[in-house]
């Protein structure tokens, strides 16, 4: 079951959905949604997906909603103070819990800014992004992290097309996973468990 919740990020307060199974998992996994001017929110189908599918598997999560989104208050931070807010929801749920391994996923903006805030913050070890939108965005931050990384993408995605994301992936430090879904696009709209189980396959591994 998950439990709504608020927890503070700097000067704004950020509403979320919290998983946290008894008897104490061993791994918490923030997860961050897509982008919230094209209606991104932290009950989206891939991000939907992810929680339930890690729920089941014992681990405890926690989805949330970026700043100025549905019940969380200030404005949209262009992607550069959502960093602060991902950082913030590792806060919170490592107060609620002494877990051994902390990971952030992000699905699409989400990936891009939850991987670059979990990538720079000691207390994460495994990033997972889905739907990278390199594309539009630098993500050659990741060429200088050693944490455990995966890639997901679907072979039909634009905004995160599969030859730029194996190039990047070359060029990414070991250990690193990418995994395709063959005839996906951006959204995954039917495939969203094939994402889940390439994230809990990771986790788990």
Known sequence: MEQHIRFPAGDVVLEGLVSLPEPAART????????????????????EALAISLRKAGHATLRFNFRG????????????AE??????????LLQRQPFESIAVAGYSFGSLVGLRAGADDPRVDRLIGVALPIARRDASFLENTTKPKLLISGDRDEHS??????????????????VAINGADHFFRSREMEVADAALRFIDG
């Open 28 to 47: 918490g996994v923030v997860i961050c949604h897509p982008h919230p001017l094209y209606g991104g929110e932290m009950r989206n189908n891939v991000v």
């Open 83 to 92: 960093i602060d807010d991902v950082r913030s929801a590792v806060s919170y």
């Open 69 to 80: 989104v549905d019940g969380s208050s200030g404005e949209h931070g262009d992607g550069i």
């Open 161 to 178: 097309p599969l030859p730029a994301l194996e190039a990047l992936c070359a060029r990414m430090p070991e250990p690193k996973q990418l």
